[in-house]
């Protein structure tokens, strides 16, 4: 059986060496020394000046929210994950949803500018699939009109823009480390900002508020993560440029085997690099995925619609939104496995099963 993800492991003898030093300073959680360590490694990885490690990517998006301060309307996309719109709601705003560019499959920064009302704040923009957004787009449109930039960067560990990360961009990027992910502790995310201030209300936010054992700094939550889970992301670590590597070779396999499918890919602008972290294919309608994903599990493949349904139909969107581009490609897009441990020889079966179906 191969399903869509497995997650990546490191040799169990390297996270055993972190547990010994866990049990001997009897330190598991509460910013202790690896959740620090951690949280350097990844600011020296990523080139960025404030990095807060959290328990989750969707706390990640609710402490960015909170800590930017908005209010109102934020603009969105409604290709991501679920938790891009639901932290939105969950912190009393109101997503409005532009449509993607059909090639890339981000907000489309062209329709932006027609979605702004005196209550718009800001704009919550999701990297999808580890494709960097036109975050020269987005920001140019968000500088006109005084709006705050998040980017769901859940996706994109390793992505670039130019020779930098895709975390160098926007007032906060935030991050996913579930154990899903390209680059994993487990449970895990990450906040990254370049402004001082807000990364000092982020501190405070990721910890209850707590300035001192006594006193308290605005509201806060747990955002916390443990010890247990940064020795994860140390181990991971150590491996992240081999899976990034992996990952390349993989995808560029498929690109070779699939090259007479009928289906269209993602295009990534010039200049942005994307991270191969998932190996979605867009069909030319639904029956033609219907009847992949059909022939993936006579072979015993589970491959994942990613994402489906299109956001701005959860039943707590009231509003109606004309996403038709979002709409049409989450009923035809499907991820195929895409792991650190899938061999060349498995994406070819996965590949000859998908011509098979359409009568190659
Ligand atoms: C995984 C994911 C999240 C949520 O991250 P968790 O760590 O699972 O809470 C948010 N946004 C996107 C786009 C994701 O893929």
């Known amino acids: 059986m191969i399903n869509v993800t497995k997650p990546f492991l490191p040799p169990k003898e390297e996270y055993d060496t ?12 509460n910013n202790g020394p690896l959740v620090n360590e951690l949280e350097l490694r990844l600011k020296e990885y990523f080139e960025v000046p404030h ?4 328990s989750n990517g969707t706390i990640a998006l609710q402490i960015a929210i909170k800590a930017l301060g908005l209010t ?27 449509d993607i560019h059909p090639g890339t499959l981000n907000i489309n920064p062209a329709l932006i500018e027609e979605a702004i009302t005196p209550r718009t704040t800001a704009i919550l923009a999701t990297h999808v699939y580890g494709n960097p957004c036109d975050a020269e787009a987005i920001e140019a449109v968000a500088a006109k009109h005084n709006l705050r930039v998040i980017y769901d960067g859940a996706h994109a560990f390793g992505s670039k823009i130019g020779t930098g990360s895709v975390f160098h961009f926007g007032d906060v990027s935030t991050l996913s480390f579930h154990a899903t992910k390209l680059f994993h502790t487990i449970e895990g995310g990450a906040i990254v900002t ?52 992996k ?10 085997m699939l090259r007479r499918l009928k289906v269209q890919r993602p295009s990534v602008l010039s200049n942005h690099t ?47 939104y004309p996403v038709q581009t979002s709409g049409d490609i989450s009923k035809r897009v499907l991820c195929l496995p895409l792991y650190h441990e899938l061999s060349v020889e498995e994406v070819d079966m996965i590949s000859r099963a998908l011509l098979r179906a359409q009568n190659y």
């Open 194 to 245: 370049k402004d001082p201030e807000t990364a000092k209300k982020i501190a405070f936010m990721r910890n209850f508020g707590h300035n001192g054992p006594e006193k308290f700094s605005g509201i806060g939550i747990n955002g916390k993560n443990s010890e247990f889970h940064a020795a994860m992301g140390l181990c991971n670590l150590k491996y992240v440029d081999e899976i990034l590597q």
């Open 72 to 98: 109102g309307e934020v603009i969105t996309t409604p290709f991501s994950y679920v938790a891009t719109t639901s932290s939105i709601v969950w912190e009393g705003c109101t997503p409005v949803f532009v």
């Open 18 to 29: 972190y547990l010994q030093g866990i049990w001997k300073r009897e330190w598991l959680t």
């Open 51 to 54: 990095l807060f490690y959290v």
């Open 274 to 320: 994307a991270n191969h972290a998932y190996y979605p294919v867009i069909f030319e309608d639904e029956p033609a995925l219907l009847k992949a994903i059909e022939a993936l599990h006579g072979v015993y493949v589970y491959p994942r619609r990613y994402f489906y349904p299109s956001l701005e139909t959860l039943e707590y969107i009231t509003t109606a």
């Open 247 to 256: 990952r390349k070779e993989l995808s560029e396999r498929y690109d070779h």
